[in-house]
T-cell receptor
Framework: QQQVKQSPQSLIVQKGGISIINCAYE??????FPWYQQFPGKGPALLIA?????SEKKEGRFTISFNKSAKQFSLHIMDSQPGDSATYFC??????????FGKGTLLTVNP | DGGITQSPKYLFRKEGQNVTLSCEQN?????MYWYRQDPGQGLRLIYY???????QKGDIAEGYSVSREKKESFPLTVTSAQKNPTAFYLC?????????????FGNGTRLTVT
């Protein structure tokens, strides 16, 4: 079964707009929720992460919103730039030190 | 510069042949991981190792094998038993013991089996 559901699969945003990517999970034992950014031909890199004791975390133009009761979290990219064009993965982690990834969202920011 | 080196970047093999993908890290990390990435499928865990001489199966271990004889190295062998081996393979590491630290990924090996 798919433990982490990510949507949308692809997203096109104009420069300066807000990009929003959503993830939903099933396992209530998850307690670590990172977002990774991947450029073509490269490995993913950590963008921002949150733990369930807070509902929001902001780093620059990137914000994670977390809803524990709904088992959902989202990535918001403010003032999106063409350089943000990449594939974004949400992930969930727990005490077994493994991450379960969503299927990814291809973001295209048009100039 | 510390990091993870995966080699080669592109690898081509004939069906029925085993192939070994290299992963070396100089970050002094305890834990290492192998993920497989297919278009639209995200990253799926093949094997992971939290300490030298120990490793565990991930979600899609069938047709793969690993070894962890040295802290710095975690090679992955794709055997002829893997039914659909063509994919992008990513190696990663963390200091271990906790997921507070991010996964550090290499730049991957793209394997094509024909």
């Amino acid at each position: 079964q798919q433990q982490v559901k990510q949507s949308p699969q692809s997203l096109i945003v104009q420069k300066g707009g807000i990009s929003i990517i959503n993830c939903a999970y099933e396992n209530t034992a998850f307690d670590y929720f990172p977002w990774y950014q991947q450029f073509p031909g490269k490995g993913p890199a950590l963008l921002i992460a949150i733990r369930p004791d807070v509902s929001e975390k902001k780093e620059g133009r990137f914000t994670i919103s977390f809803n524990k009761s709904a088992k959902q979290f989202s990535l918001h990219i403010m003032d999106s730039q063409p350089g943000d064009s990449a594939t974004y993965f949400c992930a969930c982690g727990g005490s077994n030190y493994k991450l379960t990834f969503g299927k990814g969202t291809l973001l295209t920011v048009n100039p | 510069d510390g990091g993870i080196t995966q080699s080669p970047k592109y690898l081509f093999r004939k069906e029925g042949q085993n192939v070994t993908l290299s992963c070396e890290q100089n970050l002094n990390h305890d834990a290492m991981y192998w993920y497989r990435q297919d278009p639209g499928q995200g990253l799926r865990l093949i094997y992971y190792s939290q300490i030298v001489n120990d490793f565990q199966k991930g979600d899609i271990a069938e047709g793969y094998s690993v070894s962890r004889e040295k802290k710095e190295s975690f090679p992955l062998t794709v055997t002829s038993a893997q039914k659909n081996p063509t994919a992008f393979y990513l190696c990663a590491s963390t200091p271990g013991g906790t997921l507070n630290s991010p996964l550090h990924f290499g730049n991957g090996t793209r394997l094509t089996v024909t």
